[in-house]
Nanobody, 119 residues
Framework: QVQLVESGGGLVQAGGSLRLSCAASGRTPSGHVMAWFRQAPGKEREFVASISWSAGSTDYADSVKGRFTISRDNAKNTVYLQMNDLKPEDTAVYYC????????????WGQGTQVTVTS
């Protein structure tokens, strides 16, 4: 079992920045892929970014490429999402998730953190 706790959401003006954190506890994240998803009101949850805990390889949704950066701190068992040049359409609840590297389904989810971007 991996427990995930997000933090760092808030209210920001368009063009601003926020950094989300996802602290993992329980089973070590090694061998997992960690990801951020988001869900805006009335929309389906969508993939934002992922990082392989062991290899450090990353992947991004086209809508956030060049603006968001996912990273990890092995010593703190924490994954970050640095969000720059935020836009109103980035407004959503952001969720941290984890899956074993050889699975496709994300089995572990955090409770979510709200990000609101005003124009």
């Amino acid at each position: 079992q991996v427990q995930l706790v997000e933090s760092g959401g808030g209210l920001v003006q368009a063009g601003g920045s926020l950094r989300l954190s996802c602290a993992a506890s329980g089973r070590t994240p090694s061998g997992h892929v960690m990801a951020w998803f988001r869900q805006a009101p009335g929309k389906e949850r969508e993939f934002v970014a992922s990082i392989s805990w062991s290899a450090g390889s990353t992947d991004y949704a086209d809508s956030v490429k060049g603006r968001f950066t996912i990273s990890r701190d092995n010593a703190k068992n924490t994954v970050y999402l640095q969000m720059n040049d935020l836009k109103p359409e980035d407004t959503a609840v952001y969720y941290c998730a984890a899956r074993l590297a050889f699975f496709t389904k994300y089995s572990y989810w955090g409770q979510g953190t709200q990000v609101t971007v005003t124009s």
